[in-house]
């Protein structure tokens, strides 16, 4: 321990330190190390918290709440499935801080599995390389952005031109976090603000306009009709639940963004600890306001039409055609944006680290800072996928869809990693755990997990989902990327080494920026 700086020994046990930390050492206990990344710690706490924040203030608030509303038909229970996902994501959150301050590395779930399932070898790695490039995409707050920049320029957009706009975006974002690293957080940090302060001034609007009785100019507010029965027309049909949770989830799933670039914070372990759980009180208190404005001001047959356009009618409604028409509407088009560019952000970090330890084709390059000092081909490999999905697949339900299928192997993982967390404690009582999550908190994820992954099994009675096709197609592709990277796995590691009589071994390589990476070379028998 003599060559561990001070401040890295309480995150170590005695078995779990490498020989020397100023030679490159990328074995799975060297996670338990802090790591600096080539380019240094640029995210201060209030950096960081807005990495966090503006993850999770995204599209969800302003597009989701109309779909919920449709789904489960009623407003009470809408209420109650942001409530009770609420909830459920303060579990999820425990088990990530856990695991954060635990292995304080770059890489979030990856790091996480990897560290926790070592067998089979490479089977971990595998399905989140996979999950990384087919399902890591930031196409939804794309799109968000489009509809809400066309609808407050008053344009009804073709197809074409609201595609054009979502990849027009995802290109600016992509280009000034992969060239302009610094002005890329300065500006994310700005649009982190804003996105704060607007979220905040929607929750308490709705709240001014019934108390003080307002009437637009032109278009005058009402408050719903249904509101003295907020039961009517409830859906409790276990799936339809869930693939609303599964929207509330999204909602909320940035809380664990901080994890993906631990190696650019600044004292990661106090700051992760601090910030996540600050974003979550923040975060909850807005969402829930402005789910109460939405059905205060708009009534539920507007609300359950309204697509991904709540937010614009709420503001239409209480402001009028000019201000809530056209100003906010652009200002939550600018909120969504805030979002790609912390998702980005954070899914270029995560697909370098994946390259890394050799898991993506082109690995050298991929993992390199060059040639701007920054993840500039992760930032590549984020594109393309998220190009793919904005431009490929029609419009109308495509956003709620996207959703569903983000969900659905996300909740896969979610229990591999809750699980994962339990199997550690048995063990390895051995590791340092600077925070520890709540153990009924992390059994009622775990139990969430399954009854999420079994939902597509209990059938709604028409057998349609909210995106007007069979209900289970969400699920049907989620499974199917996890058997196809499970497929890949099994060919890449078993099978074309058996053919071939050689093994996969690691090798440790440092490229000329300083970054240490893992090569997986043919190791030929005899």
């Known amino acids: 321990m003599a060559d561990i700086p001070d401040e890295t020994r309480p995150l170590l046990s005695s078995a779990d330190s490498p020989a020397r930390l100023d030679q490159p050492d990328r074995s799975i206990e060297y996670d338990t190390l802090p790591e600096t990344a080539t380019y240094g710690r640029n995210l201060s706490w209030s950096s960081a918290y807005i990495l966090v924040i503006s993850r999770v203030i995204g599209s969800g608030i302003f597009a989701t709440p109309g779909a919920i509303v449709k789904s489960v038909g009623s407003l009470g229970l809408a209420l109650t499935v942001w409530v009770v996902g609420t909830i459920l994501s303060a579990c999820g959150l425990a088990v990530s801080l856990e695991y954060g301050c635990m292995l304080p590395r770059s890489g979030g779930d990856k790091v996480y599995l990897e560290f926790t399932y070592r067998r089979p070898r490479f089977l971990a790695s595998t399905l989140i390389a996979v999950q990384a490039v087919l399902l890591g995409f930031t196409a939804s707050n794309c799109i968000v952005f489009s509809k809400y920049t066309w609808f407050a320029l008053r344009v009804q957009p073709s197809e074409a031109q609201s595609k054009i706009l979502a990849v027009a975006l995802l290109t600016v974002i992509t280009i000034i976090h992969g060239c302009f690293m610094k002005t890329g957080i300065a500006i994310q940090n700005a649009l982190g603000w804003v996105k704060i302060f607007l979220i905040m001034f929607m929750a308490l609007s709705g709240i001014y306009v019934i108390l003080s009785h307002r009437q637009a100019d032109t278009v005058p507010t009402s408050v719903s009709a249904d509101w003295h029965d907020l039961w009517k027309d409830s859906d409790w049909s276990w799936n339809t639940i869930s693939t609303s949770l599964f929207k509330v989830f999204y909602s909320y799933a940035g809380l664990s963004n901080m994890n993906n670039v631990l190696n650019e914070v600044k004292d990661p372990v106090r700051t992760l600890k601090s910030v996540c759980q600050a974003a979550l009180i923040t975060s909850c208190c807005l969402y829930l306001l402005a789910n109460v404005s939405y059905f205060l001001v708009v009534p539920i047959d507007e609300i ?74 992760g930032l590549i490999v984020h594109y393309i996928p998220s190009f793919l999905v904005i431009t490929l697949p029609p419009q109308g339900g495509v956003y709620n869809f996207i959703l569903d299928v983000e969900g659905y192997p996300g909740q896969m993982f979610a229990l591999a990693v809750t699980a994962g967390l339990l199997l550690l404690r048995r063990q390895r009582p051995d590791l340092k755990r600077p925070f520890r999550a709540w153990l009924p908190a992390v059994w009622l994820r775990l139990v969430v997990c399954i009854a999420l992954l079994a939902a597509p099994f209990f059938p709604p009675a028409d057998w349609r989902g909210d995106v007007d096709f069979f209900y289970a197609t969400y699920a049907i592709v989620g499974v199917g990327i996890i058997l196809f990277g499970v497929l890949y796995w099994y060919v890449w590691t078993v099978l074309l080494p058996r053919w071939g009589g050689y093994t996969l071994e690691e090798e440790v390589e440092v490229l000329d920026d300083g970054t240490s990476i893992t090569k997986l070379v043919h190791s030929y028998k005899g």
């Open 304 to 377: 359950k039409q309204s697509g991904e356009l709540v937010a614009a009618l709420f503001f239409e409604r209480a402001f009028g055609p000019h201000l809530g028409r056209t100003i906010l509407p652009l200002a939550i088009a600018v909120s969504a944006a805030g979002n790609v560019m912390v998702v980005t952000f954070a899914l270029a970090r995560v697909n370098q680290e994946i390259a890394r330890q050799g898991f993506l084709p082109f690995s050298k390059t991929i993992s390199s800072s060059k040639p701007f000092n920054s993840p500039f081909w």
